[in-house]
């Protein structure tokens, strides 16, 4: 994802990247990568996300413990600046390739430290039953500038068609003291599905659901006119082609 963003010019944090293997081999290499990014840094698996496996190392020390946590959840591993003074923004958006529609933003309010999976999606109900990242706590619409609020949609919206998505998603942004927007990640369906951003921006639960049905449909007649096989046996081609020479 940051591979794509990065070649279109669209602006993301400082990082690098290294498989698992790696850091067995190249240790002094990798903590070097650290060392360039400038420490603090945001050490974390390459997937899964709702901060699992996520670290804040300020010194080596920590940056070893950080990243021997991010190998036991995935095979690679990225490297992060962090951003001082942050401000977090989501926005969702909806549609495909031809045409993308996106939501209000919300600004999501915490501390200094990094939100928790338990933070996210253990909190704020009661007897156990929760309400996940709806239940977070969060500003809607999000307290920034009309120019910074016009400048995350219009990256949202980018960021979803260069990634090929299609439905709904929720992207989220990094704001640091500067006004400087960054794409921090795009998140996948049932976490992002983000109903609770659609509502304040006129389109109900239902409206949202028969969207992503309407979509949903129009994939599957679009792979219905695309042929994924070839009928034809390369290799007998091939087997007579050496045949005649």
Not at 97 to 125: F, H, M, N, P
Not at 196 to 211: A, R
Request: proline share 2%; charged share 25%.
């Amino acid at each position: 994802m940051k591979q794509i963003l990065a070649d279109a010019g669209v602006p993301i944090v400082a990082y690098e990247w290294f498989y698992a293997t790696e850091w067995h081999v190249k240790k002094e290499d990798i903590l070097q990568k650290a060392e360039k990014i400038g420490y603090p840094v945001i050490v974390k698996p390459a997937n899964l996300g709702s901060s699992v496996g996520i670290s804040k190392a300020e010194t080596l020390d920590e940056m070893e413990e950080a990243v021997e946590l991010a190998i036991t959840y995935s095979h690679r591993v990225i490297i992060e600046e962090v951003i001082d003074d942050l401000t977090e923004v989501n926005c969702s958006v909806i549609g495909d390739y031809e045409s993308v529609e996106s939501s209000v933003c919300e600004q999501v309010l915490g501390t200094d430290e990094i939100l928790s999976y338990a933070d996210k999606y253990q909190g704020g109900g009661k007897d156990g039953d929760t309400k996940g990242m709806e239940s977070a706590n969060r500003v809607i619409p999000a307290e920034i500038s009309e120019e910074t609020t016009t400048n995350v949609k219009q990256l949202a919206e980018q960021t979803f068609q260069l990634l090929n998505a299609s439905g709904v998603s929720r992207i989220d942004f990094l704001i640091n003291s500067q006004g400087h927007v960054f794409v921090n990640e795009i998140n996948t369906i049932p976490g992002s599905l983000s109903f609770y951003l659609w509502e304040p921006s006129g389109k109900d639960f239902q409206q949202l659901t028969n969207e992503l049905i309407q979509l949903a449909i129009k994939r599957a007649r679009e792979r219905q006119t695309i042929e994924f096989s070839i009928d034809t046996n390369l290799f007998s081609l091939q087997s007579k082609g050496s045949k005649a020479k």
